[in-house]
């Protein structure tokens, strides 16, 4: 790979499993995490680590020329349930830093770029089972509109200047790496350290919201596998939808319990649950699965074995 991988937003859910990932597979020194402060987890400092404030178009140029670096894997945003707390500044950061990028990828300075969308980018009349790849999009949240407006500005840039920049709609993910980071999915990460640490847990959705997921090794797999397509198998510009498994809480309840009689759960929806009913319930992904051979590994059984048995060796080191 000629010059260096950079991604923004490092120390996030994502970027702390993709840095890992990478540096795996490229080397250490060839993957340049970077996030607006120190990191907590000592693994993204085993290769090269910068302070950036993606807001900061200056300091975004100055890394990408110090280090040759050739992509970028966009990972700022802030998420659902904290961009509905502030929304003009939800969708600043969002969309703004996102043309930061672009923008250095227009000029030349960037070969390829990868920019996560979300499921957050559909709305309360999209088709909830199955969802299509082309579907009505009608987002009710500062996320998901900001999620739409992107893919539409990834797209525009390919067409109109030629920007390799490629995207998937995550469902919910799941990790048991990174805490919780302020997402309607995250109950499925938090029940966990629950479980584990009180026995129980109070869900902020409704036992029967049924939300599409994956576990974090499949979502770094797609991303990884989506940027090394060949150009021309990547035939949506916009975000292409992926997916593995669908569950609502009292389902994943039902999961951990097997495994941890004793746990107990409740349910006391909030603000979120609203949030939960605008988006799919379940996600059509075929046109991934044709396009560049998508294929998911983990379902459900095997997500909550490896999520308790990774996260107990974390809890108790």
Not at 60 to 71: A, H, L, P, S, T
Not at 116 to 126: H, L, N
Not at 195 to 215: E, N
Request: net charge negative.
């Amino acid at each position: 790979m000629e010059g260096t991988i950079l991604i923004l937003g490092a120390a996030g859910q994502i970027g702390t499993d993709l840095v890992s990932t990478l540096r795996q597979k490229h080397g250490n020194d060839k993957v340049v995490a970077s996030d607006i402060r120190e990191p907590q987890d000592p693994a993204l400092k085993e290769g090269p680590f910068e302070i950036i404030n993606a807001m900061d178009e200056p300091r975004i140029r100055e890394v990408v020329e110090k280090y040759n670096v050739r992509q970028v894997y966009h990972l700022v945003a802030m998420l659902s349930a904290t961009a509905e707390k502030m929304p003009e500044k939800g969708w600043d950061l969002n969309m703004t830093t996102l043309f930061h990028v672009l923008n250095l990828a227009k000029e030349g300075k960037l070969d390829r770029v990868f920019w996560p969308s979300s499921i957050a980018a559909f709305g309360p009349t999209t088709p909830r089972t199955e969802t299509p790849q082309h579907t009505v999009m009608d987002p009710t949240t500062v996320y998901g509109i900001s999620k739409l407006a992107g893919e539409l500005w990834c797209q525009y840039y390919f067409q109109k200047f030629g920007v390799d920049v490629r995207s998937i709609r995550y469902p919910g993910l799941i990790s048991w790496k990174s805490e919780p980071g302020g997402g309607t999915t995250d109950y499925a990460v938090d029940i966990f350290y629950k479980a584990i640490q009180d026995g129980k847990y109070t869900s902020f959705l409704d036992r029967h919201t049924a939300l599409p997921m994956m576990y974090m090794e499949d979502a770094i797999r797609a991303t990884i596998n989506l940027m090394e397509a060949q150009a021309e198998k990547v035939i949506e510009r916009t975000s292409y939808n992926v997916a593995a498994m669908s569950f609502t809480p009292s389902e994943l309840g039902e999961a951990i319990k097997k495994r941890i009689p004793s746990f107990e759960l409740d349910y006391e929806p909030d603000f979120r649950q609203k949030i939960a009913e605008g988006w799919p319930q379940s996600i059509d992904d075929s046109k991934a699965r044709k396009d560049w051979g998508w294929a998911h590994v983990y379902d459900l059984e095997d997500m909550v074995d490896d999520m308790l048995t990774n996260l107990r060796k974390k809890l108790q080191g």
